[in-house]
């Protein structure tokens, strides 16, 4: 278990300092007036979810490759497989990078259907041009993180996600403020600060002794469609899983605003500490999977593939519990940080916090629960169930019930049925984990 952590901990971090970026992004728009900052947030939200469900067809590329490195400990001649995998990655992100271009002049007729302002749509169309030339960087830095990560060199994927925020914060502050280009500057320094990265993150890794043979510049011929296939076998379902996720929390978002703003007010509040539980669940989850994957292409010890899955289980959900606990014990600390005490709604906001916090703290554990129950099953190459049991624990459960309990508990309810659906979810993905464990052949 402390191999597992030590291993997790700079996961963790890099996923929360990633989360600075999100915040800086936001001050830096909110420095411009509070029109942009709108703009700025919906655009955001758009392209988050975009690259997310992208990111869901090219992030398990690290499962293959861990799987590949597990195979090359018995067979040392496993290089071309690994160079291929990862040469098969930066194909597709090119490909859906290129591809997804012009879906971007379809963004404001979907806009307006929803019923957003037309100059609300102006800004955030003009910095969601200036933000889609980060996808590719982001997507080839994934991959490189992939095969980093693979190879159990996690610190660099720490140090990375720390020079990427510091330069979007740099050239995102030059672009808007000094050279005076506005929200425009801010979408274009995170564009350029994600390709510098990129270009950057490669060099150094692809110059270290260990990844010197997978170089993606020598020999081009391998890069085929062909190698495309193994990725998207694994990611399409991923994708699926995802958007199944999102379409409860989006789902909890829409019922949460008919209840008023304060509601939706602390909806957000709680959106943001399950973020950070989430971030730090996914950590352990991630580490889970990596390792679960090297023993899958090693020698399929099915013993150690069940203690490092326990190990697993146990660290997402202690680390969520401890969080639940903190922010449940003392919510008011939530509400003094996002809110000033001198806004009118600021009262019925201290007031709500206390019992949404013991039912959000609760989905704390079970969204750790299905984090580590689908990145185990992803370890082992299995993807398709876990994702039509994503669909029936999210949308066949968890969004009627918070719609049936949300008349009788309200922002509770809502939450309620967040936990609910979460909870079958984890539980179904664990029965599975169970089943697939019991399946496997001893090595």
Not at 19 to 37: A, E, F, K
Not at 268 to 273: D, G, S
Request: proline share 4%; glycine share 10%.
């Amino acid at each position: 278990m402390k191999q597992l952590a030590k291993f997790a901990v700079p996961l963790i971090i890099s996923q929360l300092v990633a989360q600075l970026m999100v915040i800086s992004d936001i001050w830096m728009m909110s420095r411009i007036g509070v029109t942009t900052m709108a703009a700025g947030g919906l655009a955001g939200s758009v392209f988050s979810f975009i690259f997310i469900v992208v990111m869901g067809l090219i992030g398990s590329v690290a499962n293959l490759l861990a799987i590949a490195y597990g195979e090359k400990q018995h067979n040392s001649n496993n290089n071309d497989e690994i160079r291929r995998i990862v040469k098969g990655a930066i194909l597709l992100a090119t490909l859906i990078s290129i591809a997804l271009l012009p879906s971007f002049y379809l963004l404001p007729s979907l806009m307006l259907m929803i019923g957003q302002p037309e100059e609300i749509i102006t800004l955030s169309m003009l910095y969601l041009h200036a933000l889609k030339w980060s996808m590719l960087p982001n997507l080839l830095i994934l991959v490189f993180r992939g095969l980093a990560i693979a190879f159990g060199s996690s610190r660099s994927v720490l140090w990375a996600s720390v020079i990427t925020v510091i330069l979007n914060i740099i050239f995102s502050y030059l672009f808007a403020f000094v050279l005076d280009f506005g929200i425009v500057g801010i979408g274009y320094g995170t564009s350029f600060a994600a390709g510098l990265m990129a270009v950057c993150y490669g060099l150094w890794l692809f110059r270290q002794p260990q990844f010197l043979p997978y170089k993606p510049w020598n020999k081009w011929f391998e890069y085929k469609l062909a190698t495309i296939k193994p990725i998207l076998s694994i990611g399409i379902p991923v994708a699926l899983a995802t958007v199944t996720e999102f379409s409860l929390i989006s789902g909890a978002a829409l019922m949460a605003g008919s209840l008023g703003v304060v509601s939706l007010a602390a909806h957000q509040i709680a959106l943001q500490i399950l973020s950070f539980s989430w971030c730090i669940s996914y950590g352990f989850a991630q580490a889970t999977s990596i390792f679960v994957s090297n023993q899958y292409g090693s020698n399929r010890d099915k013993q150690a593939i069940i203690r490092i899955a326990r190990h697993g289980l146990i660290l997402a959900t202690g680390s969520s519990i401890l969080i639940g606990l903190l922010f449940s014990i003392n919510p008011q600390l939530l509400s003094q940080g996002f809110a000033k005490p001198g806004d009118a709604l600021f009262a019925e906001l201290v007031e709500m916090l206390p019992g949404l916090m013991l039912v959000a703290a609760a989905c704390f554990v079970v969204d750790a629960w299905q984090l580590t129950g689908l990145s185990i099953l992803r370890g082992m190459k299995i993807v398709l169930g876990p994702a039509l049991l994503t669909g029936v624990g999210y949308c066949l459960v968890g969004l009627p019930a918070a719609w049936y309990l949300m008349p009788m508990f309200h922002l509770q309810g809502i939450w309620m049925g967040i936990g609910i659906g979460l909870g079958v979810t984890g539980c179904l993905l664990l029965v599975q984990v169970w089943i697939s464990l019991n399946n496997l052949n001893s090595g």
